[in-house]
């Protein structure tokens, strides 16, 4: 008899469960609630068992916040909870909450060819560290390294390390966000506020008035070719892409690959496909030798949030990915 178990990737606007077979993985049942029109987690997972008519006693749900103790606080969301309390209502035997990144990441070893575009590099070598960034509401960042046949994920709040400019251009940046903001993080440039951060910060540069833009304004009028401030900001974007996941694999000797995430990338992928971002990405000086062959993959799978819960869980089950 197959035996299914319960996994979720729950956001500030959405909350996604499905099913996962334990034994292979296979994701299937989706289906997206709106965080809105429920009171907690407890009542969309109960609504979804319901649905789901399935006698679920494992479950594993990502959430985009940080997770550290029993009692979880969603950052974009005014759910809150404590795990062992959760687990207890709901009468399942294994209930694992994990943050959405560490989702990402467990997905890497589930993911088929199919599921990613490459950009530059030679072939990953196996069970080598991994990296994974993604640029949306924040940057996400994680690392992956593979230990006495488990996958070991090492989440962590990268996205909030010191914006590090490397041209005139991007140096000019950081002056103007500096004098507005104080302390300027790579969030404050790689997310979707980032976007429209740099579009300022290029226009005040040059001593004019930014227009009060959103972040789909911004790539628009830049694939429109409409506004060259906001393709100067997207170009800009792509690079600083680039110079980021350099440096991610700079800090772990990521052979096995650096993956991108979902998020903002994939709206513009024929203008990302042109940029400068692989040409950034080895830009390391003396170590671009060590850094070009390392390949770099955007994730094309559609739920790699319920795909890496899903082996997070068959994983802490005894399952060998």
């Not at 429920?38 to 940080?66: S, W």
């Not at 940057?139 to 041209?167: Q, T």
């Not at 009060?212 to 997207?234: G, M, Q, T, W």
């Not at 800009?236 to 690959?257: D, E, Q, S, W």
Request: glycine share 10%.
């Amino acid at each position: 008899m197959t035996k299914y178990a319960l996994v979720g990737d729950v956001g500030g606007t959405n909350a996604r469960l499905a099913l996962c077979e334990v034994e292979n993985g296979n994701i299937s049942q989706a289906k997206t609630f709106s965080t809105s029109e429920y009171d907690g987690l407890e009542a969309v997972i109960r609504r979804y068992l319901e649905e789901a008519k399935q006698d679920i006693k494992d479950g594993c749900i990502a959430i985009a916040c940080p997770i550290t103790e029993d009692w979880v606080e969603m950052t974009n969301h005014d759910w809150a909870f404590s795990t062992r309390q959760l687990k207890a209502n709901l009468g399942f035997e294994h209930l694992e909450i994990i943050n959405d990144f560490t989702a990402v990441s467990m997905a890497i070893p589930m993911l088929a060819e199919s599921d990613m575009i490459q950009f530059g590099g030679k072939e990953p070598i196996k069970d080598k560290p991994i990296a994974i960034y993604g640029a949306g509401t924040g940057l996400g960042v994680s690392h992956l390294v593979h230990v006495d046949k488990r996958w070991v994920s090492l989440p962590g709040e990268g996205g909030h390390v010191d914006f590090a400019p490397n041209s005139e251009e991007e140096d000019q940046i950081l002056e103007v966000l500096r004098a507005e903001m104080g302390h300027v993080s790579a969030e404050r440039v790689l997310s979707g506020a980032g976007l429209v951060n740099l579009y300022r910060a290029i226009v005040k540069s040059d001593s004019r008035v930014p227009e009060n833009l959103k972040p789909k304004d911004v790539s628009e009028r830049a694939l429109a070719d409409s506004c060259i401030d906001c393709r100067r900001a997207l170009s800009l974007f792509c690079v600083i892409m680039g110079r980021f996941g350099g440096n991610l694999a700079l800090n772990l000797g990521t052979f096995g690959g650096v993956y991108i995430a979902g998020g903002i990338v994939p709206r513009f992928l024929d203008f990302f496909k042109a940029s400068g971002f692989r040409a950034a990405f080895e830009d390391k000086g003396r170590f671009r030798d060590y850094l070009v062959d390392i390949p770099v993959y955007m994730i094309t799978h559609d739920q790699p949030g319920l795909l890496g819960a899903g082996a997070h869980l068959r994983q802490t089950l005894g399952r060998i990915l």
